[in-house]
Every structure is written in C-alpha cells, then in structure tokens.
C-alpha cells in the first residue's frame, strides 16, 4: 500500500440548509496520493472523492448530518458504518442517471457524461434511476451496476476483479 500523504482542515464544513446554513459535524482534508478529498463526519460517513468531482453534500434539514451528497462527474466512495440514524434515515448518492441508497455499507460510485457505475464492496446499495425510478435493483457485497440514459432494465453483475481494482486504486485502496 502506498504511503499517505495528507493536509488535514479543522475548520467544520459549512453546508447549504434551505434558506439557512448549518455547521455540520464533518471536516474536511485533503490527500495527495492519490489526490482525494475527504470529507469526515462524526456520525462515521466518510466520503472520498477524487478532485473535481464537483461533490455538494445535502443537509436538507440543517441539522448538521447529511441525507445525501450529488456528484456531477468522477468518483466518491462512500464508508458509512451501520448504526440508528443509518437504519432510520440512510444515504443518497445522487447522480446525472441514478440514485443510490444506502443503510450501512462501502460503495463507490463512478460518473461519467454518459452513464454511473455502482459498485458495493461491503453491505447493500440500492439504486434506480434519477428519473423514473420504479426499476431498482439491489446490490450485494461484489455486485455493480451500470446506469445509463437509455430505458433497458438494470442489470446486476458480479464485476470482475480487474474493474474492481482499477476503480478502488484510483482511492489509493
């Protein structure tokens, strides 16, 4: 495993809420190899996201912990441990194509112009289209999907280990 060089912040993350902002207990740091942005959270989210992933986390309720994030391009893997608020509220990623959701797992999610790629390392994500979303499939520890434009069902797949590798290394895992 490659050493880890990082610049860490103090500073509490300032979100977006409606019409006020709220300190949320997340910080942020900054890795450099691989280049990532991390963003900590006290309720154990963490989310990695590659540089200009244009990632914005979503505190609809400006209670300070986070419902989701949208990522218009790039890569986050999202670590979020099981606990109550997990198994109450859980976690959106939200994509151009797709929307996933979770209750306790580690995923990543890959966007390009043209489609989003799930994958689930640990638990399981649930996703569906961000339009549309009456066809969601279920993924386990292994499994991906690809969501693009087009209408064809969703399919699951077991990713080979050559496409979970070169996406997980692009986190320095």
């Known amino acids: 495993m490659r050493p880890m060089a990082r610049a860490a912040s103090a500073l509490a993350f300032t979100l977006a809420a409606g019409k006020a902002a709220a300190q949320s207990p997340c910080t942020e740091e900054t890795r450099f190899d691989p280049p990532l942005r991390v963003l900590r959270c006290s309720d154990g989210l963490v989310?990695?996201?590659?540089?200009?992933?244009?990632?914005?986390?979503?505190?609809?309720?400006?209670?300070?912990?986070?419902?989701?994030?949208?990522?218009?391009?790039?890569?986050?893997?999202?670590?979020?441990?099981?606990?109550?608020?997990?198994?109450?509220?859980?976690?959106?990623?939200?994509?151009?194509?797709?929307?996933?959701?979770?209750?306790?797992?580690?995923?990543?999610?890959?966007?390009?112009?043209?489609?989003?790629?799930?994958?689930?390392?640990?638990?399981?994500?649930?996703?569906?289209?961000?339009?549309?979303?009456?066809?969601?499939?279920?993924?386990?520890?292994?499994?991906?999907?690809?969501?693009?434009m087009d209408r064809s069902p969703l399919a699951v797949r077991r990713w080979p280990q050559e496409r979970v590798r070169a996406l997980l290394e692009r986190f320095g895992r």
């Open 47 to 148: 989310l990695e996201t590659e540089q200009g992933s244009g990632l914005r986390p979503i505190d609809r309720d400006g209670d300070g912990h986070l419902e989701g994030a949208e990522i218009g391009g790039r890569s986050v893997l999202v670590t979020l441990p099981p606990g109550p608020r997990v198994r109450r509220e859980g976690f959106q990623i939200l994509t151009p194509h797709a929307i996933a959701s979770v209750r306790g797992t580690v995923y990543a999610v890959d966007v390009t112009t043209g489609r989003t790629s799930v994958f689930v390392q640990q638990g399981r994500v649930v996703v569906a289209r961000r339009r549309g979303a009456d066809d969601a499939v279920t993924l386990g520890p292994g499994e991906g999907v690809d969501v693009d």
